[in-house]
């Protein structure tokens, strides 16, 4: 959807200076750039955005994510680099064909919401449709189904002062909907608000997203944010792309320090999920099995306890010592005899934070299984609580 | 010291531009005239308690204030009453005319100088030049190329005008939020249609300050075009001044400041006038706003919760 090849804008000066000060200067782009009286926004900055996919652009004020973000509707002038919209590129477009694509396809939401002062919240939500020159009726229909999808019909006449900050985010969501614009850029849209309501706007961004999938590409600041609603982010520092990857891989193998650093603060048990702590398990039992050999292989590893598969590696049940050994002294055959229950299983996908409290509750670790229920691992506890502490150093996966 | 004659090349440029011009220079002279004349015979027309009438009800639109209505009454009755209806509404035609040419002119240039840093590089010392130049300075040239009369006096009242409503058009269009700017770019929108729906409205309060500046410049500048032979209250304030009339030009001062007030009050109150009515009507739609807000929010809320 959308291809961003080596983004990379010069401010301060000329367009030809920029270009000369860049070319052939190498790993000195932002010193030879500051000499030439600029200054480098953004470097040499590339990725790539698929239909209905959340790309999340993060990074600290100064980061050029802003920047970044604007020219991929042209509101900023690339210095240099291609960006191909839907296989279109957007710098060969003129300023005609550049105001239908900013209507019609491309929509932006802004951090201060950016509504029209003077004018009633339905034609604010409505002024996507004015600027191509829909009749009036249609713009108003439009409008308030925009309204209605965002929970605000009931004050589509009102002015947009008279609305809480949450509420005038909503009337700037229903502008872009409005349009069915199929790329929605959002530039902190959820930053000027408090935090309760922001969590309300993720879920309704989340909520209608999963209505209708839009491209959407999320400025933000807020790491927690990125996690929450980002298929991937991409993490920005002094105009450059420091790591582009799923929230996962960005918190299991932050790409340097500056990102180590970054996501030091992250609710890590809300990312990372039991793939992450996933170990092979020391030792399994089949069915069949006779209590002897499988009391022999615990006692070897020092466990107290023992998965059961059956043969195609579905786990039927834990053994544990005490029951084996009863079983034993029973002269019970197979392991099937002394099955129990106390065991707890998770999906691969699951996040840390539904099952850490149970680490460590069971004679056997938390069974990682896929949806057939097959064992694909444990999660010990050690395993979990070294993922959750925060890394002081740099780990290379 | 070497001399540099700045002064006649001023000379000779007000020179060439009558003898190359001059025809030029009296067609515009003429409707000028005209337009003055026009105005004037419009507001001479009616008996004056009917102007007066006009005069209030404009005030009660503009404000919705009775004060300014009950003011307006008063005070022209009390111009009526000093026989110098005639020399005020003189005065009033050549004040508006001037007014509206200079806003005419004034608020387009300040839009361009608001868009192009270039432009107002260039206009700013321009505007310097022209509201400081002592006012007198202006009529010289004026009657040179206009002969005596109204209308050079039109013309330099509208010249010392110009200035206010540039600046604060500018000023006005440079303030609108760049990110509401920014968004109705980012919707498609054309450069005159970001003009028109966003940045002309938001400027508005700021103009229609420029615009009430306007006014109260060119009303200070008519009485000074009264030296030239403008008729109106100027000429009454001129004539005692030569004669040593303390009362009648007590009595041609206080027209002028009646007229004064009254055109500000009333440009003033036209420019919050929107904001105010808005409110207004709102709060008596519905009276529990802030109530049904928060309601609103639980309600918007908690499903998603």
Not at chain 1, 43 to 51: L, N, P, T
Not at chain 2, 187 to 195: A, C, E, T
């Amino acid at each position: 959807m959308i291809e961003a090849r080596g983004l990379t804008k010069v401010y301060g000066m000329p367009r030809d200076g920029a270009v000369s000060a860049l070319r052939g200067a190498g790993e000195r782009r932002r010193n030879a750039v500051r000499e030439a009286g600029g200054f480098l926004a953004v470097d040499d900055v590339g990725f790539s955005v698929s239909a209905g996919e959340i790309f999340v652009i993060m990074g600290l004020s100064g980061s050029g994510k802003s920047t970044v973000l604007r020219m991929l509707n042209r509101l900023v002038e690339p210095t240099m680099g291609s960006l191909l919209v839907d296989g279109a590129d957007l710098a060969a477009l003129p300023q005609d064909e550049l105001r239908q694509l900013r209507n019609r396809k491309i929509n932006m939401v802004f951090q201060h919401f950016a509504l029209l002062p003077h004018r009633r919240v339905r034609e604010n939500a409505a002024y996507g449709l004015k600027v191509r020159q829909a009749p009036a009726k249609q713009r108003m229909e439009r409008a308030d189904w925009a309204l209605r999808r965002v929970g605000l019909e009931q004050w589509a006449d009102s002015y947009p002062h008279e609305l809480s900050g949450g509420m005038k985010q909503r009337v700037g969501l229903a502008r872009a909907l409005a349009t069915d614009a199929e790329i929605l850029l959002m530039d902190e849209p959820f930053s000027a608000l408090d935090p309760l309501i922001r969590r309300d706007m993720q879920e309704l961004l989340l909520q209608l997203q999963s209505e209708d999938r839009r491209t959407i590409v999320f400025v933000t600041h807020d790491l927690n944010e990125a996690m929450r609603i980002g298929e991937r982010i991409m993490v920005m520092r002094d105009g450059r792309v420091a790591q582009c990857a799923t929230a996962n891989e960005i918190i299991s193998a932050p790409a340097d320090d500056y990102v180590t650093e970054f996501v030091a603060d992250v609710d890590r048990s809300r990312v990372l999920t039991a793939g992450n702590v996933l170990r092979p398990p020391l030792v399994t039992a089949r069915c069949g099995e006779s209590p002897v050999e499988v009391l022999k292989r615990l006692e070897n590893v020092e466990m107290n306890g023992i998965f059961v598969l059956d043969e195609t590696g579905r786990v039927v049940g834990v053994a544990t010592d005490k029951a084996l050994a009863g079983a034993l002294r029973d002269g019970g055959t197979t392991v099937e005899s002394c099955l129990g229950g106390d065991y707890h299983a998770v999906p691969a996908d699951a996040p840390i934070v539904e099952f850490c409290d149970l680490a460590g509750r069971h004679t056997v670790p938390i069974a990682v299984v896929d949806a057939d229920r097959r064992l694909l691992g444990v999660a010990p506890r050690a395993a979990i609580l070294a993922a959750l502490a925060v890394p002081k150093k740099v780990r290379h996966a | 010291m070497p001399e540099l004659p700045i002064g006649d090349a001023v000379e000779k440029f007000t020179q060439f531009l009558q003898d190359h011009l001059g025809e030029a220079f009296d067609v515009f002279a003429n409707v000028l005239m005209q337009l003055v004349d026009v105005v004037y015979t419009v507001l001479v027309a009616p008996h004056p308690l009917l102007l007066i009438a006009v005069l209030a009800v404009l005030a009660w639109l503009a404000g919705r204030r009775v004060t300014l209505v009950v003011f307006t009454v008063l005070a022209f009755l009390l111009v009526a009453s000093m026989q110098l209806w005639v020399q005020t509404m003189q005065t009033l035609a050549v004040v508006l005319v001037a007014a509206v040419i200079a806003v005419a002119v004034g608020v387009p240039l300040g839009v361009w100088a608001a868009r192009s840093s270039r432009v107002s590089m260039v206009i700013r010392p321009v505007l310097d030049f022209m509201q400081t130049l002592p006012v007198f300075v202006y009529l010289i040239p004026a009657v040179f190329l206009f002969g005596i009369g109204v209308v050079p006096g039109v013309v330099a009242t509208t010249a010392f005008a110009v200035p206010p409503a540039v600046r604060l058009t500018q000023l006005g269009i440079r303030q609108v939020d760049a990110e509401v700017v920014e968004a109705a770019v980012a919707f498609g929108s054309r450069p005159w249609q970001v003009l028109r729906e966003v940045q002309l409205p938001l400027a508005l309060p700021s103009i229609m300050a420029g615009i009430n500046q306007v006014i109260m410049m060119a009303l200070s500048m008519v009485v000074i075009a009264g030296m030239v032979g403008a008729q109106g209250l100027g000429s009454v304030v001129v004539q005692s001044v030569t004669q040593l009339d303390i009362g009648k030009g007590f009595e041609g001062g206080l027209a002028v400041v009646i007229l004064a007030i009254y055109l500000d009050r009333l440009t003033s109150a036209a420019g919050s006038r929107d904001l105010t009515r808005r409110r207004a009507r709102r709060r008596a739609a519905e009276p529990d706003a802030p109530a049904q807000r928060d309601r609103m929010h639980e309600e918007v809320t908690v499903p998603l919760a």
